[in-house]
């Protein structure tokens, strides 16, 4: 049946190769998913309707095949009675009861036997829907995986050691240069003191030396 045909050509191999050519491997995979979601639905329609029909000649056979039994029992209850007529009506009723049933039962083989048949590759076709599921899983965190190496690359790509050394070492010359301009800063505050406060500084200084002086002096006696 044409419902099935896509059952018999997306093998998981050919899956497969489509995948690898893919763009977009989530979003082929992701309609691929969405197809065959599609088609089992599709395919359950038809199997119900296979086994409606199974049931239905079922049904006919069962009814014909207890009509055979009924006539059966009547024409001979006829005979016990000698009512000749009455069991040969029976029996030409049963005879046309068993022509059907007949008829019938080989129907309801064939209808089994087809419904049978729909009902294996309905059960594959959720096999695989699940596969192509579980499949998407790994995936995704494979394609997750591959993004994420390949970002990482780029940002090595850009980033080499030879770069962060230049880096660094313009950042020691700059702190060496920070480093000269605040001595030569300080030097300069130095410099700039007003001669009040260099011969604040000398007297400072005096007096600490006469004061040394005079307590030197104190135990030059004592010794």
Do not use: W
């Amino acid at each position: 049946m044409s419902m099935f045909k896509r059952l018999r050509d997306l093998t998981m191999s050919n899956i497969n190769a489509i995948i690898d050519k893919a763009e977009d491997p989530i979003k082929m995979t992701d309609q691929y998913i969405r197809d065959m979601q599609e088609d089992l639905e599709d395919a359950e329609k038809a199997v119900a309707q296979q086994i409606a029909i199974e049931k239905k000649f079922k049904q006919l056979f069962e009814e014909q095949e207890a009509l055979v039994k009924k006539r059966e029992e009547q024409a001979h209850t006829a005979a016990r009675a000698q009512n000749m007529d009455l069991a040969r009506r029976a029996l030409e009723e049963k005879k046309a009861a068993e022509v059907k049933m007949a008829e019938y039962k080989t129907s309801y083989d064939q209808n089994k036997a087809s419904a049978d048949n729909l009902r294996g590759k309905l059960d594959e076709m959720r096999k695989q829907l699940t596969q192509m599921k579980n499949k998407r899983e790994t995936l995704v965190a494979r394609y997750n995986a591959a993004k994420a190496q390949t970002e990482i690359n780029k940002a090595l790509n850009g980033f080499s050691s030879d770069t962060a050394s230049a880096g660094m070492k313009r950042m020691e010359e700059k702190m060496m240069q920070m480093e000269a301009q605040a001595e030569a800063s300080n030097e300069m505050s130095s410099k700039g003191k007003s001669l009040d406060e260099e011969f604040e500084k000398l007297g400072k200084d005096q007096a600490v030396e006469d004061e040394l002086a005079a307590l030197m002096k104190q135990y030059e006696n004592k010794n």
